[in-house]
């Protein structure tokens, strides 16, 4: 079945350091990607989202780009800040039913300090 | 604009007690409405999803049940709670289309002593 992998975290960087958090995914047919932000104590909220390959998504200075031939979909940040430590989700759209049901990775950590 | 609420926000309720958690949807109607847990330190396992009043459709045997007994209404209850039904529950909807996001509510943190 459909599945999406995320890299172990906690990632650890310092304030204004480059991100990247791996995201691979395994799915029959082309499902829609999704990054979700999950801070301390609350609910997801929608990060950014590609619908096809070669889109990119962005929000706040993430950006994600769906990469059908490698089935990826990293999410980069070029200056994170403390106030981005979070868990990260990323997410794909299950096609093998016929409602709009993700399939979301084991999410990753970051923390960031200053 | 459309927004979802869920509460209580904590519950700490003993073993073997009754649990019901409410989750409405405002500015929309006939959305999908999920129900997930996610443990301390893991990923969401999705619980329920519901497409529309009275249809639920299961995705893991527990000791937990959902209802839907109005449009933008999810309701998740438990007759009696075990130790294991601790952790973090999330409500969520969409759209109903293929490819859409989910939008989540805050939460709810329930500990089972």
């Known amino acids: 079945g459909d599945s999406v992998t995320q890299m172990e975290g906690p990632v650890t960087l310092s304030e204004e350091a480059f991100l990247t958090i791996n995201c691979t995914y395994t799915a029959t047919g082309y499902p829609s990607l999704f990054w979700y932000v999950q801070y301390p104590g609350e609910g997801l909220q929608l990060l950014l989202k590609?619908?096809?390959?070669?889109d990119k998504g962005s929000n706040k200075g993430f950006e994600a780009t769906y990469r059908k031939e490698t089935t990826s979909f990293h999410l980069e940040k070029g200056s994170v800040q403390v106030s981005d430590s979070a868990v990260y989700f990323c997410a794909l759209s299950d096609l093998s039913y016929n409602t709009d049901k993700l399939i979301f990775g084991t999410g990753t950590r970051l923390q960031v300090f200053p | 604009s459309q927004t979802i609420h869920q509460w209580p926000a904590t519950l700490v309720q003993p073993v073997g007690s009754p649990l019901s958690l409410e989750c409405t949807v405002e500015?929309?109607?006939?959305?999908?409405l999920y129900w997930y847990r996610q443990a301390a330190g893991r990923g969401l396992q999705l619980l329920f999803y519901?497409?529309?009043?009275?249809?639920i459709s299961s995705e893991v045997p527990q000791n937990l049940s959902a209802s839907r007994p109005q449009d933008r209404q999810f309701i998740l209850s438990s007759k009696k709670l075990l130790l294991s039904d601790s952790g973090f529950y999330l409500c969520a909807w969409s759209g109903g289309q293929r490819n859409q996001p989910q939008h989540f509510g805050d939460g709810t943190r329930l500990s089972i002593l």
């Open positions: 500015g929309t109607s006939n959305p999908n």
């Open positions: 519901s497409v529309g009043i009275g249809q």
């Open positions: 590609a619908t096809k390959a070669d």
